[in-house]
């Protein structure tokens, strides 16, 4: 068995030396243009030519959840494409989203600025029933996050294509349901995954439909959300911040007003990394499951874009 590793920007050697670890049978190789024929392929960002190359793929893992990039190019007709479920960024997600709702709802921010001055003043303590969440994509991800907010004491919405039931989160499902989830919203976050259904989501007429003072946290792909739309919310008040992990250029152009606008908090494209340990772990199953005939998790639906 033949496996060609193609990540653009991820050093290669510690991966190749994992997939080599867990699974000794196989040859693993950085591909290179003119490589033999692979039957699997681990890809991050890889160039249209390799899979032009490869086109006798059985499988395509992409080392990441979000597969809009690999969706750009031509692949393989009959590789199966399957992303990574999971494989330890549900709790990194969990962790970035509370940090982000509960640094604004508790108004640590506020308190920081009071401190830089010297200031002791306390204010009034908020209402988690007025701070209600609504979680876009009810996903591996933005499952767990939904129901992570839900232990603070928030209460929680989740929308998805389909109905979904989770404990403690009151469900929304399809385009028909989109306005009401929004208008039951105070703090948005998005965890779609970027197809043609989901691109520019985050737009002036849906954003100015949640609830006033409303807050956004955008931790899925850069090009949900129209940015100059955001920046018309937050300065006619009607939003009363955003942080923002994800942006349609990454890195985030040193000039793009993002930067420095003081209702928004910027991260790298961090909420969620992938840990090489973990996605290995997940792949090499996925891997022997294929080799014995076996169904996979974790399939990309093509037509569905995720
Ligand atoms: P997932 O398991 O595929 O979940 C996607 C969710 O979105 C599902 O609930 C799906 O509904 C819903 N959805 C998709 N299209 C929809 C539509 N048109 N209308 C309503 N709901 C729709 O994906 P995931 O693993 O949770 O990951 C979500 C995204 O997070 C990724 O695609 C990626 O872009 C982003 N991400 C970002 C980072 C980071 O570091 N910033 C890290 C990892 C992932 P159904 O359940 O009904 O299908
Ligand atoms: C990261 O953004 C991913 O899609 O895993």
């Known amino acids: 068995m033949r496996i060609s590793f193609c ?19 196989a040859q693993v190789e ?16 890889p160039p249209q030519r390799f899979f032009d190359e490869q086109s006798g793929l059985k499988a395509i893992f992409n080392i990441g959840a979000g597969v809009d990039g690999l969706m750009k190019l031509r692949l393989p007709p009959h590789a199966a494409l399957v992303r990574l479920e999971d494989a330890g960024m549900a709790v990194q997600m969990a962790e970035y989203v509370s940090q982000a709702v509960l640094r604004h709802f508790r108004e640590f921010d506020v308190y920081a600025d ?10 009034r303590a908020q209402r988690h029933a007025d701070f209600p969440v609504g979680v876009l994509g009810l996903g591996v991800l933005g499952a767990r996050v939904a129901q992570t907010l839900t232990q603070f004491g928030f209460p929680v919405h989740g929308w998805s294509r389909t109905a979904k039931v989770l404990e403690g989160v009151r469900g929304y499902a399809g385009a028909d349901q989109l306005q009401d989830f929004l208008g039951a ?9 970027l197809t043609d259904e ?6 002036h007429a849906r954003l100015s439909l949640l609830l006033p003072g409303g807050y956004v946290i955008n931790v899925a792909r850069g090009a949900h959300l129209v940015d100059q739309d955001l920046i018309a919310l937050l300065d ?5 911040g955003a ?9 985030l152009p040193a000039e793009h007003v993002f930067w420095k606008h003081p209702k928004i ?8 990394r992938t840990l090489r340990l973990e996605s290995v772990a997940q792949i090499v199953g996925k891997i022997m499951a294929l080799q014995r005939g076996e169904a996979v998790a974790g399939l990309v639906n093509r037509q569905q874009g995720y």
Do not use: M
Not at 187 to 193: A, F, M, R, S, T
Not at 198 to 203: C, D, K, S, V
């Open 265 to 272: 908090q910027v991260t790298p494209h961090i909420s969620a």
């Open 236 to 240: 006619s008040g009607h939003l009363a």
């Open 243 to 251: 942080t923002l992990d994800v942006f349609r250029t990454e890195p």
């Open 30 to 45: 950085l591909w290179a243009e003119n490589a033999p024929q692979a039957d699997y392929a681990v890809v991050w960002a």
């Open 198 to 203: 989901t691109q520019g989501i985050l737009n």
């Open 114 to 123: 009071q401190a830089a001055s010297g200031q002791w003043l306390q204010r």
């Open 7 to 25: 990540c653009t920007g991820t050093p290669s050697e510690p991966w190749i030396a994992a997939l080599r670890s867990a699974l000794p049978q």
């Open 185 to 193: 919203t105070r703090i948005l976050v998005c965890l779609l995954p």
